[in-house]
């Protein structure tokens, strides 16, 4: 590519002959002022000019760009093009608004994070650049991610770290990255890579790669056969193969032990036959395999096992079902209908299910809500930075005292739920299985809350202070409008507000009188 100066550039200013430039790019647009979407007034009075500050206004950058790079001709000379903010030792990384990322980002100190998460956070970092937000727009408006971004993420590694297994197991396809040694590999490691991965802010695309290492494979990883292990764990953890979790029936959700699929023994004791329906599973439009919740005893918690589905299995049907966000996680509604499948496709004992289920619901919640936090940041980071650029009644949003408001409630209640989050995931590093079983279920339930509704307000108050961009698919407001439309699925899923909360209290008295409490 070639290099010019700004003067070139000034010279070509006609509508016969137009180049504007771009964060040190230069792009000739002759053939696409009429067809700008803004109309080709808006570009006439800033040919041969540098645009950047009022392109960075009305767009979104990494989504638009891609598309015109055929448009470019030639850089500024001397432009640097390097960002020493996500070089891997840098002591600042990533955007430096303040609160905008993690508070280690920005020289803050963490007993949590160290220089192997720093090389970890360069290393995730350029691959969401490269292979997912240039696509986040395009995948949202068609609501399918191509399969062979799973696949490639595979191969990358990025899904073998998702299973929350620590130090790094042997049984992964893939070494840590970044140089990370096995044993150094820990649930810190994790979180950096589910961050980084959802400043995409499309809880879609997250279930679209996370369902299958974090959710549904795990049963097969701590209660499969070796055979089934075999089958599945390292070709999943490849891209090779995908599986999804049915739990939620239409009939219940959060209430996993009022499930009515039935698994029935045939006579001769070799086959499970079953029936049944399982509604907003995730990935369930396009997962070849899945662990299926079914009543294989009696009522209650006590009588449900776990056990593998494939498709293309006679009498198991999938079929869409169309949601109001979470766009590409494939959600799928589930037809058994006298589905016959080998006895050895039970995942560990029978009726044994209810416990293998409740065993990870530690590890999902506080994986998603790390998720949900960057979301949150991202909420404050967008609006922060629209603040200081759109001007209103001779000021920029920033400088009206109403609008300063919205985004400190925003900054407070993000760093106090990172805060917590740290926390949880410290103690839940440094507790036996057992201890977590009987400490963690109600502190990741409350936690689920409050990371939910703090999101739901952050997308409100961020909405408000972009406006209309943020009410308008694509452009400035695209992540903003997206969460917006995401929040409830981060609310529901996983077990909604309500019973969470419940459930957080309920325990915590149960906690207090095995540690004494006079109640």
């Known amino acids: 590519m070639k290099s010019v100066s700004e003067d070139e550039v000034a010279k070509h200013n006609s509508e016969n002959d137009a180049w504007i430039i771009i964060d040190g790019k230069v792009y000739d647009i002759t053939d696409f002022i009429d067809g700008h979407p803004g109309g080709r007034r808006v570009l006439l009075p800033v040919l041969g000019q540098d645009v950047t500050t009022k392109f960075h206004q009305f767009h979104n950058p990494t989504t638009v760009l891609k598309k015109y790079t055929k448009l470019q001709v030639a850089v500024i000379e001397g432009y640097d093009f390097s960002n020493p903010n996500l070089e891997p030792d840098a002591d600042s990384f990533g955007n430096l608004v303040s609160m905008a990322e993690p508070a280690w980002y920005q020289q803050w100190h963490s007993p949590y994070y160290d220089d192997s998460h720093k090389r970890l956070r360069a290393w995730i970092r350029n691959i969401v650049d490269t292979e997912l937000l240039p696509n986040i727009y395009e995948w949202d408006t068609a609501g399918e991610v191509p399969i062979e971004v799973y696949r490639k993420m595979g191969k990358l590694g990025v899904l073998s770290c998702m299973i929350g297994v620590y130090p790094w197991p042997d049984f992964l396809p893939n070494d840590p990255p970044a140089g990370i040694k096995r044993s150094e590999w820990s649930m810190f490691h994790e979180v950096v890579v589910l961050d980084e991965i959802m400043r995409t802010a499309s809880v879609g695309v997250n279930q679209f790669l996370w369902v299958t290492p974090a959710i549904a494979l795990t049963a097969v990883i701590h209660n499969g056969t070796p055979e089934q292990k075999k089958n599945l764990v390292l070709p999943c953890l490849s891209g090779d193969k995908n599986i999804a979790l049915g739990i939620t029936e239409p009939y219940a959700g959060s209430d996993v032990a009022g499930i ?22 995730t990935t369930g439009n396009w997962a070849e395999h899945f662990v299926v919740a079914a009543r294989t005893g009696g009522s209650g918690m006590q009588g449900i096992s776990l056990i593998l589905v494939e498709r293309g299995t006679p009498g198991f049907r999938t079929r869409p079902v169309p949601c109001q ?7 799928a509604f589930l037809m058994f209908d006298n589905v016959k499948v080998p006895v050895e496709n039970l995942i560990g004992k029978e009726n044994y299910g209810f416990g293998y289920i409740m065993k990870n619901f530690n590890h999902e919640r506080l994986s998603g809500a790390v998720g949900v936090v960057r979301m949150a940041r991202v909420c404050y980071e967008d609006a922060f930075t629209y603040a200081h650029r759109r001007k209103t009644f001779g000021k920029t949003l920033f400088q009206h005292p109403v609008i300063r408001n919205k985004l400190a409630h925003m900054a407070r209640q993000i760093e106090a739920t990172q805060a917590w989050l740290d926390f949880i995931i410290y103690q839940f590093s440094h507790m036996s299985n057992q201890e977590a079983l009987y400490k963690m279920g109600g502190t990741t339930a409350l936690l689920k809350v409050q990371c939910s509704t703090m999101l739901e307000y952050c997308a409100r108050e961020a909405s408000q202070i972009l406006g209309g961009v943020a009410y308008t698919k694509g ?36 906690l207090g009188e095995m540690m004494g409490a006079k109640l």
């Open 260 to 281: 009515q699929t039935t698994a029935t023994k045939t006579a001769d004791g070799r086959h499970y036959i079953i029936n049944g329906e399982k509604k907003w599973i």
């Open 325 to 331: 966000g979470c766009r590409g996680s494939g959600t």
């Open 475 to 510: 452009g400035v407001g695209e992540r903003i409008e997206r969460i917006y439309r995401d929040v409830r699925g981060v609310a529901i899923p996983g077990g909604s507000e309500e019973i969470m909360a419940d459930l957080g209290v309920k325990q915590a008295e149960k």
